[in-house]
């Protein structure tokens, strides 16, 4: 069975860092494309970043490109999400995902959606004060 912990959440000024964790347990990650995703206070939830299965491609969505790095390291089964320049509009519990699946050809509406993902973390929580 697998699992996902998510932890490095915390409260942080706005401009402020944090480096959010993802440790999975059950799957080897090295070859699944893993995602963070997150949702705010009356908000659904919403993609963040994800590095696609094959080789090193990642995506973001806009709002936080430049600020935002997702990387993994699959000796330790573990994905990161370096959160820079925080803003308010940031505040959120983040979520990590897996989806097991293998699609040839990378499609950004195929990695955004959160009904694509197998399994999930049960979320930290960033908060952002301005």
């Known amino acids: 069975q697998v699992h996902l912990v998510e932890s490095g959440g915390g409260m942080v000024q706005a401009g402020g860092s944090l480096r959010l964790s993802c440790v999975v347990t059950g799957r080897p990650i090295n070859s699944q494309t893993m995602a963070w995703f997150r949702q705010g206070p009356g908000k659904e939830r919403e993609f963040v970043a994800a590095?696609?299965?094959?080789?090193?491609?990642?995506y973001y969505t806009d709002s936080v490109k430049d600020r935002f790095t997702i990387t993994r390291d699959n000796a330790k089964a573990t994905v990161y999400l370096q959160m820079n320049n925080l803003i308010p509009e940031d505040t959120a519990v983040y979520y990590c995902a897996m989806d097991t699946e293998h699609p040839i050809n990378f499609r950004r509406s195929y990695v955004t959606a959160a009904g694509e993902y197998d399994s999930w973390g049960q979320g930290t929580q960033v908060t952002v004060s301005s």
């Open positions: 590095w696609w299965w094959r080789g090193t491609t990642t």
